[in-house]
């Protein structure tokens, strides 16, 4: 049993940054991969970035790569999406993670087996 917690979403322009945190609790999370997750009006859920359960590895979807960064604090059960040079496209709700038992390098939602509430990022052009 776990609960996450997103925030740090907002409106924001076309350039600018934000930073979504992800505060777990009811259990710890630090030997599970997370990651975060964006749904866009009338989109799937695509994976956004994951990270390995001590941080070294870390996967990062090609549209993100260069300007979002992933990253895990364990010792306060919270991971976060530092998020640069924001897009339009970047506009969706988005949602932290946790990978189900052994799902090491999983990229698919349905292998996610633990979600948050989400936070809506909105960038303007």
């Known amino acids: 049993q776990v609960q996450l917690v997103e925030s740090g979403g907002g409106l924001v322009q076309a350039g600018g940054s934000l930073r979504l945190s992800c505060a777990a609790s009811g259990r710890t999370i630090s030997g599970s991969t997370t990651g975060w997750f964006r749904q866009a009006p009338g989109k799937e859920r695509e994976i956004v970035a994951r990270i390995s359960p001590t941080g070294k590895m870390k996967y990062y979807a090609d549209s993100v790569k260069g300007r979002f960064t992933i990253s895990r604090d364990n010792a306060n059960n919270t991971m976060s999406l530092q998020m640069n040079s924001v897009k339009p496209e970047d506009t969706a709700v988005y949602y932290c993670?946790?990978?189900?038992?052994?799902?090491?390098?999983?990229?698919?939602?349905?292998?996610?087996?633990?979600w948050g509430q989400g936070t809506q990022v909105t960038v303007s052009s």
């Open positions: 993670a946790i990978a189900n038992t052994n799902y090491y390098y999983a990229n698919r939602a349905a292998d996610f087996g633990s």
